[in-house]
């Protein structure tokens, strides 16, 4: 059960390149969030999801897109990478929409 | 959008109890309250989740007074390793599902 894990743990991108971060969840949850972490601003909530195929904005969606074919797989992409966009990504899985919230390692991206 | 407002840092000794408190409007009315750790490198870790009054689980306590405009975090007897970054984490009144964390409040606890 290897829980919450993200692919790449780390990148580096420069300035309009386009990538796709994967996060895959093994414990059946409903709900699957991307947040990212910048200094001194906690987490942000990027956007997320309440089932498969359906994905909602947060409170950061400029910039970013989102999938969810597949219930378990919430993918994270970046069309045109800007050096604003440099910053830890987590993402994370819940049962229910209002609940424990689990983790994933994070994935660092630079934005040269 | 839902505003939280949390201490940037705290000190304090091995032993002793520790409260965090988060400050928070705009809050969704059928929302949880929710605290989460984090150390260096890692993701955020849940400890504790309240709607009111208090809650307590084997790690904290909660507490929420009726207005729901801020919680406290209560940590009893810290030790070294509950050095951390704690958060709290809201949702929005005016956006359903969107969820508002806290900027953190990093613990420092001293021998």
């Known amino acids: 059960n290897a829980g919450v894990t993200q692919t790449p743990k780390f990148r580096v991108l420069k300035t309009g390149q386009s990538m796709t971060l994967l996060c895959a969840q093994d414990m059946n949850h409903e709900y699957m969030y991307w947040y990212r972490q910048d200094p001194g601003m906690g987490l942000r909530l990027i956007h997320y999801?309440?089932?498969?195929?359906?994905?909602a904005k947060g409170e950061v969606p400029d910039g970013y897109n989102v999938s969810r074919l597949k219930k378990q797989n919430f993918l994270l992409g970046l069309e045109s990478a800007a050096p604003s966009q440099t910053s830890v990504y987590f993402c994370?899985?819940?049962?229910?929409?209002?609940?424990?919230?689990?983790f994933g390692p994070g994935t660092r991206l630079t934005v040269l | 959008l839902a505003k939280t407002t949390q201490p940037i840092s705290m000190d304090s000794y091995e032993g002793q109890e520790v409260n965090i408190t988060c400050s928070h409007n705009?809050?969704?009315?059928?929302?949880?309250i929710t605290w989460y750790q984090q150390f260096p490198s890692q993701g955020p870790r849940f400890i504790i989740q309240g709607y009111k009054t208090k809650v307590t689980n084997e790690v904290a306590s909660l507490f929420i007074p009726a207005d729901r405009k801020s919680s406290t975090l209560s940590l009893p007897r810290v030790s070294l390793s509950d050095t951390a970054v704690y958060y709290c984490l809201v949702g929005d009144s005016g956006s359903q599902g969107n969820l508002i964390f806290g900027k953190g409040t990093k613990l420092s606890v001293k021998p």
């Open positions: 705009n809050i969704a009315t059928n929302d949880y």
């Open positions: 999801s309440v089932g498969e195929g359906t994905t």
């Open positions: 994370a899985s819940s049962l229910l929409l209002r609940v424990e919230q689990f």
